[in-house]
Each structure stands twice: as structure tokens, then as C-alpha cells.
């Protein structure tokens, strides 16, 4: 009985390090899309920025 009990911990163990890792890279992976995002933001806003003067004024 207790080789079993044993063996349940091991298994909720390995369930929850599989669970914390998978949440680590799901988080990992959201800073990297709101760094590129920002970016994308920052470059669509200098885009928007040149093409808001009319033709020929500077």
C-alpha cells in the first residue's frame, strides 16, 4: 500500500512541474508578443506621424 501511495505523490508531482513549466513558457511567450507589439505600436506611429503633414509642407 504504501509503494502505491508513493507513487500517487510522484504522479500529482510531475503533474504539477509539467503545469508550472507550460505556465512559465505561456508567460514567456506574452512578453515576447507585448514586446512586438509595442514595437509594431511604436512603428505605426511614426508612420502615421510622417504621412499626417500634407504634401509639400514641412
Same mark, same amino acid.
Given at each position: 500500500m =504504501? /509503494?502505491?501511495l508513493w507513487f500517487l505523490f510522484v @504522479? &500529482? @508531482?510531475v503533474?504539477? @512541474?509539467v503545469l &508550472?513549466?507550460?505556465l512559465a513558457s505561456l508567460r514567456a511567450r506574452q =512578453?515576447?508578443?507585448e514586446v512586438e507589439l509595442?514595437?509594431?505600436d511604436a512603428a505605426l506611429g511614426r508612420r502615421e506621424g510622417e /504621412?499626417? @503633414?500634407p504634401?509639400? /509642407?514641412s
Amino acid at each position: 500500500m =504504501q /509503494t502505491g501511495l508513493w507513487f500517487l505523490f510522484v @504522479a &500529482f @508531482a510531475v503533474v504539477w @512541474a509539467v503545469l &508550472f513549466g507550460y505556465l512559465a513558457s505561456l508567460r514567456a511567450r506574452q =512578453q515576447r508578443l507585448e514586446v512586438e507589439l509595442r514595437s509594431l505600436d511604436a512603428a505605426l506611429g511614426r508612420r502615421e506621424g510622417e /504621412t499626417d @503633414a500634407p504634401a509639400g /509642407t514641412s
